[in-house]
């Protein structure tokens, strides 16, 4: 069974920095592109960056240049390193990934969430 795992949320003033991190676990062969979205109370869930699994990223306009993506291929893990926090950063941040497990088809897999609340 694969499961991804969020950790590294909190509450962080305006300005200040934190780091998710996302594991994931199970019997797994190979994972392709992962990600990370983020859902505020009220709004839809929204995608916040992406990375293949070559290590090319991608941004939300509203993250870029403040939010670095990244990921350990060896041992299955993806970071968000998260500076210049602002309040409308506050939400449930959530890890997905594009995962082959060993013995099942393809599929995509998505953390339980860990809640990020930027406020002074």
Do not use: H
């Amino acid at each position: 069974q694969v499961q991804l795992v969020e950790s590294g949320g909190g509450l962080v003033q305006p300005g200040g920095s934190l780091r998710l991190s996302c594991t994931a676990s199970g019997s797994i062969f190979s994972i392709n592109s992962m990600g990370w979205c983020r859902q505020a109370p009220g709004k839809e869930r929204e995608l916040v960056a992406t990375i293949t699994a070559g290590g090319s990223t991608n941004y939300a306009d509203s993250v870029k240049g403040r939010f670095t993506i990244s990921r350990d291929n060896a041992w299955n893990m993806m970071y968000l390193q998260m500076n210049s926090l602002k309040p409308e950063d506050t939400a449930v941040y959530y890890c997905n990934a594009d995962i082959k497990p060993r013995w099942i088809p393809r599929s995509d897999y998505w953390g339980q969430g860990t809640q990020v609340t930027v406020s002074s």
